[in-house]
Nanobody
Framework: QVRLVESGGGLVQPGGSLRLSCAASGNILSIYTVAWYRQSPGKERESVATDSSGGSQIYADSVKGRFTISRDNAKNTIYLQMTSLKPEDTAVYYC???????????????WGQGTQVTVSS
């Protein structure tokens, strides 16, 4: 019922920038909290950035000042602008939303399929 399609990943040199996008589609009534996570080989998935429907944002210490989460409610799309990228940012990045969907009376969580970001010279 809900599909999240991510784009924008790829190979970038250290110090470079990328912008990830996550477009949500389906029988969505409202999107509340949105977030980006990442997972590197051999590590657990970790939260990178979260934006609540009230406007507060939380960032992992490792990305503060470099990454910015944003959303376009009209397009049901969320973004992650990443600057000053480092090799340790290399990971698969996943978007996540809490959404109210037609046919359900409570919020459900949905994940994107992931997009690879590789930071290397």
């Amino acid at each position: 019922q809900v599909r999240l399609v991510e784009s924008g990943g790829g190979l970038v040199q250290p110090g470079g920038s990328l912008r990830l996008s996550c477009a949500a589609s389906g029988n969505i009534l409202s999107i509340y909290t949105v977030a980006w996570y990442r997972q590197s080989p051999g590590k657990e998935r970790e939260s990178v950035a979260t934006d609540s429907s009230g406007g507060s944002q939380i960032y992992a210490d490792s990305v503060k000042g470099r990454f910015t989460i944003s959303r376009d409610n009209a397009k049901n799309t969320i973004y992650l602008q990443m600057t000053s990228l480092k090799p340790e940012d290399t990971a698969v990045y996943y978007c996540y939303i809490d959404a109210l969907v037609i046919g359900y009376s409570r919020l459900n969580g949905y994940w994107g399929q992931g997009t690879q970001v590789t930071v290397s010279s």
